[in-house]
């Protein structure tokens, strides 16, 4: 199965990971959920949705001057992007756990 | 609230890619496009300084699809199909041969029945015959046979229309299409010969005047009698004409007491007829058949003359 497919349906719950961590730039995001492994993932659909969860009130967002180019975009998660975040990462974990199940994988630590 | 960000400058590359992603996304509301390109921008920017010498195609996709992305990841609407005026003009057409397009494989099946009609009869047409091959082809003068041909062609053709959805029978079948309406057309120009005009077929009797007759004013010649001057009939002469062709009169088929005759023709030594001899000698039928041919007659009643009385002139001696 194409992991990128796979992907689709949790990338808000990747993205609002990423921002959570620290405040963060499209370009940084991309980069930092391809390193984490996600190499599929297209920058379109990052910044596709990073736009709709900044629309949706989940992110906010302001601009930074940097020294080494352009001025950066920085994203940052408020209360509603966490709470989306706890529903989403719970849905992820009901999820990864039946199909676990199903696989006969050993239970992963909660 | 939208962050200001200051003048970003872009390669040439950079800008075509960005205005080619615009172009794709000029049918979002201003504050949609213009976040959605800011950030583009930004990320160009930010690619381009990179030490990667990839084209921006090959790192992110071509800009139609990057902008498909875009939409569907920022939960927008898929970009509406380009409004050109050829475009419009396309989608009227195509509107239009709808009812077409869904109309024409229902009549498919009708096609393949008559394509293999079709194939028989053109087939059969092909010889020039006297046989009515219409409605029913009569390959060779057999009806029998040009119905069972039609069945089969019929089987055959619908079972290459249903198994047309395979590349190679398709285009198979489109020959044979092509192959049958071309030689249709051709055949239609000859219909009325073809068709009509094959149950009306000049025959034309063989007759005893034919090309063998020699003719007078007073009609075909059916005997010669030949005299020498003292009046002496010659018997069995063999006549030519100035080329030194055989000399053929018709024969006599009429008889005033209606009994029928032959001609006793004297034979070569190989055998043959030899036709050009004369006078002809006239025998009763040994059938003794009438002038009808079915009719028995009496011999005694026949006594209708072979020869003719003559008046020879009189020739003065020594001349």
């Given amino acids: ?110 | 609230m939208t962050p200001t960000l200051g003048v970003v400058e872009l390669t040439e590359a950079g800008q075509g890619y960005l205005r080619r992603v615009a172009a794709q996304l000029a049918d979002l509301p201003d504050e949609d496009r213009v976040e959605l390109l800011e950030d583009l921008t930004l990320h160009l920017a930010a690619l381009e300084q990179e030490d990667d010498d990839r084209s921006l195609e090959d790192r992110l996709g071509d800009p139609a699809e990057y902008a498909a992305d875009l939409r569907t990841a920022a939960g927008l609407p898929p970009a509406p199909r380009p409004s050109t005026r050829s475009s419009r003009a396309l989608a009227v057409l195509g509107a239009a041969a709808r009812p077409v397009r869904t109309f024409v494989p229902q009549l498919l099946p009708g096609w393949w029945v008559a394509r293999g009609y079709l194939i028989v009869l053109l087939l059969s047409l092909l010889p020039v015959n006297s046989h009515r091959d219409f409605p029913v082809p009569a390959p060779g003068g057999s009806h029998a046979l040009g119905a069972v041909l039609v069945l089969l062609a019929v089987v055959a053709s619908v079972a290459l229309g249903r198994r047309a959805q395979h590349r190679w029978h398709l285009a198979m079948a489109v020959a044979v299409d092509v192959a049958v309406v071309v030689a249709a057309l051709a055949t239609a120009a000859q219909v009325p010969d073809r068709l009509v005009r094959t149950d009306y077929v000049m025959v034309t009797p063989p007759s005893p005047f034919t090309d063998s007759s020699l003719i007078t004013p007073h009609g075909p010649v059916t005997n010669v009698f030949a005299y020498t001057l003292d009046g002496t009939p010659l018997a069995q002469v063999l006549l030519f004409d100035q080329d030194g062709r055989p000399l053929r009169t018709g024969e006599q088929l009429w008889w005033k007491d209606h009994c029928r005759r032959v001609i006793e023709q004297p034979k070569a030594l190989d055998g043959v007829a030899i036709d050009h001899v004369y006078p002809k000698a006239y025998v009763l039928d040994p059938a003794r058949r009438g002038l009808s041919g079915t009719n028995v007659v009496d011999p005694a009643t026949c006594t209708a003359k072979v020869a003719p009385s003559v008046v020879l002139p009189k020739v003065r001696p020594g001349s």
Avoid: C
Avoid at chain 1, 49 to 63: E, M, N, V
Avoid at chain 1, 66 to 94: D, F, M, V
């Fill in chain 1, 1 to 110: 199965m194409d992991a990128s497919q796979a992907m689709k349906g949790f990338l808000d719950v990747a993205v609002l990971a990423v921002v959570e961590a620290a405040d963060n730039y499209g370009y940084e995001v991309v980069r930092l959920l391809r390193e984490a492994g996600l190499a599929e993932v297209g920058d379109a659909s990052v910044y596709g949705t990073l736009r709709r969860l900044y629309q949706a009130g989940a992110l906010t967002s302001y601009a930074v001057a940097s020294e080494e180019g352009p001025h950066r975009k920085y994203y940052a998660i408020n209360e509603r992007g966490r709470a989306l975040l706890k529903e989403g990462t719970e849905t992820w974990q009901s999820f990864a756990d039946t199909i676990d199940r199903l696989l006969g994988l050993p239970r992963r630590a909660a």
